[in-house]
């Protein structure tokens, strides 16, 4: 049996730095930007893909939806040697200012979930590493379209964003809600990797376009889809610099 049990990967099967989707299908959308990619490991929500773009060799692993999933992928990544972790995702928008598609970079996280309370005191700061946070701003705000660069939130119920608390994160300027980057930030930070997260707004809260709201017969409106390209564009570019 492989050493890291939900990942199906031994030590030395992945790559140093790799890119986290919740979405195993989007693991084939990043892959399909890069070249020479093979399929590791597919098991449970967990997919392994190694790739190369543009010389920089990288992994690509799904995390499925929510932070125990998530905790789970990078324990086992990092003691398979990942180094440096960076969640491309979707997010739901908090601020009027930030529409569908737009690309969302988080300076930290607040812990609105369950898991990361299991390895420390809510408390303890959940924030990226300085230098993948940079190497994502620049590639985020060099690319299409608008980026937005701040705090967000993680929480553990999708179908309760809207009810009340809704306010309390839009009056403290928390830029998005999403369900995964509180536990990588915390995770690479007790495990010493180095981690950051760019996400593509699905819909915006506070309008009342949280995703699956809307008529659109796939998961993610034509706007979001495109702003999850974008956001698959700048974590690749930024995985050239780190």
């Known amino acids: 049996m492989p050493s890291q049990p939900h990942l199906q990967v031994?030590?030395?099967?992945?790559?140093?730095?790799?890119?986290?989707?919740?979405?195993?299908?989007?693991?084939?959308?990043?892959?399909?930007?890069?070249?020479?990619?093979?399929?590791?490991?597919?098991?449970?929500?967990?997919?392994?893909?190694?790739?190369?773009?543009?010389?920089?060799?990288?992994?690509?692993?799904s995390t499925g939806i929510g932070c125990p999933s998530a905790t789970i992928a990078i324990e086992e990544l990092a003691r398979a040697g990942v180094e440096t972790a960076i969640r491309v995702g979707t997010t739901g928008a908090l601020q009027e200012e930030v529409g569908i598609g737009d690309l969302v970079v988080a300076t930290g996280a607040a812990k609105q979930e369950g898991t990361t309370r299991r390895y420390e005191p809510v408390e303890f700061p959940a924030v990226p590493d300085h230098g993948v946070l940079s190497a994502l701003v620049s590639a985020a705000e060099g690319g299409d379209g608008p980026a937005h660069v701040g705090p967000i939130v993680s929480d553990d119920a999708f179908y309760f964003e809207r009810e009340p608390g809704l306010d309390a994160w839009e009056e403290a300027g928390l830029l998005a809600v999403e369900m995964e980057a509180a536990a990588l930030f915390t995770l690479a930070r007790r495990r010493g990797l180095a981690a950051g997260a760019i996400c593509a707004a699905d819909g915006n809260l506070v309008a009342g376009t949280q995703k699956g709201t809307g008529d659109d017969e796939a998961e993610l409106p034509e706007e979001a889809s495109d702003g999850v390209g974008r956001a698959i564009g700048a974590a690749l570019e930024a995985a050239t610099e780190l």
């Open 10 to 61: 031994d030590d030395g099967d992945v790559n140093d730095l790799v890119l986290l989707p919740g979405d195993p299908g989007r693991v084939d959308r990043i892959a399909g930007r890069c070249t020479d990619a093979e399929t590791v490991a597919r098991n449970r929500e967990y997919k392994v893909v190694n790739a190369n773009y543009e010389g920089r060799e990288l992994s690509i692993c």
